[in-house]
């Protein structure tokens, strides 16, 4: 791992991107020197660690005593763009605006998202092996964001403690399935009218969730109307996990 | 309102049992002397106002800032049986252990829940009016609780600010109706395995409320497994509205 830059926020934060062989990421780590745990957050289907929500999410949770890295996933973000998968993603994109049917828009999500995820797993578990060999980083581990990452994540990386995960309407098939192996505490959030992820299949993968601990919270609104105070909610489950 | 016995507790809370004609009370306040916000904690379908849950919620909220306050419904709790509603609670039961359909347990439900709200909802204003005019006592208020009373309240009573409803699969047909008339912030919270409360049922009374700004709260569990969490999250919720 390999720090390419390095800002020191108002409130203390230090904001650092690097890189680890091909992955660009960014680590936000608090201003108390004490080790800190570690939240891995990502966004839902590649968008960019450097997208405002994202950002704005890390950096309440350094303030508040974590360490946060988010890296770029395959194709996306700051990564070299990769044509197969610039072709699924545009494919997704003309299924949504041509008003394609539920089946029509599972199969073009998949075809997109399901390589992703496949692709991206391997690269959190080696951010994660870097992350914590870092001094001032200390585990315990949680994760915020991509569901279907997260999923994944959760049933075959055994550090990661506890999850909170973010829409999940639509979510690959090998997704679903590993939902039921999803053991570790889970806050699921949803918004109600999420325009592109449909609200019967969210509850029924939060039904499907093996997690004997496992919250679902729900706001009115469409997918980025996500309350502020949800930020704060999630800051105070990962204190009752990682801290 | 006249007050029947005094109590301070250690954290400084002061209990005071009190009476408003027919209607037996308890009134949690906090130490400080500053005016508090008021909550109105009513438990679903008449439980006593003495019910430990309900005490352990009711001083928890107090030991935070605000006054709360508890009345038992007629028929219920300390106040005299009346035969009617000793009738209907009975029927209800046996339903309930005879596995009626959902049908019966519907019909013996409303006869028994639904005059219980038309009775109490009165109550529950004349112990705000009584309320309001003591000292320390400022507003604004808020209700948490037993959903069908508090739709009724947060549509008839102008002075209720933002609402938390628990539960709800059951809720007396003319409340089903008002719940579009609601427009105060929710705060919904439900058991995701609530034996007593089908879940797609509470599921669409969330759907039908009228507030833009509602949340949903679940977890998995019975009726009686909410973890403690969730009042926490709920004297934040009533932070951001009531103070």
């Known amino acids: 791992m390999r720090f390419t830059s390095e800002q020191r926020l108002d409130d203390g934060v230090l904001v650092r991107e690097f890189t680890l062989g091909e992955i660009p ?11 800190a745990p570690l939240i891995l957050m990502a966004h839902n289907n590649g968008l960019p660690k450097g997208e ?6 890390a950096r309440y949770c350094a303030a508040h005593g974590y360490a946060v890295a988010a890296i770029d996933a395959p194709g996306r973000g700051d990564r070299p763009r990769c044509a197969a998968d610039e072709q699924a993603r545009a494919e997704l994109r003309r299924v949504m605006r041509d ?16 390589p992703l995820v496949d692709k991206s797993v391997p690269e959190w578990r080696a951010t994660l092996d870097a992350l914590l060999a ?7 581990v949680g994760y915020s964001g991509w569901t279907a990452v997260g999923i994944r994540l959760a049933v075959t990386e055994p550090r990661i403690a506890a999850a909170g995960f973010f829409a999940g309407g639509y979510v690959p098939r090998a997704q679903r399935e590993e939902a039921r192996q999803v053991t570790v505490p889970l806050l699921f959030l949803l918004q109600w009218d999420d325009e592109g992820n449909p609200r019967r299949r969210a509850l029924d993968l939060f039904d499907a969730f093996g997690s004997r601990e496992k919250t679902l919270h729900a706001n009115l609104g469409g997918h980025t109307g996500t309350p502020w105070f949800e ?13």
């Open 52 to 57: 405002p929500r994202l950002v704005a999410r």
């Open 231 to 243: 930020v704060e909610d999630g800051d105070r489950f990962f204190g009752r996990h990682l801290k």
């Open 25 to 35: 990421g960014t680590l936000w780590t608090p201003a108390a020197s004490a080790p």
């Open 99 to 114: 008003g394609g049917s539920a089946g029509e828009i599972e199969e073009a999500f998949e075809a997109f998202v399901g």
């Open 134 to 140: 870092l001094p001032g980083i200390a585990g315990p």
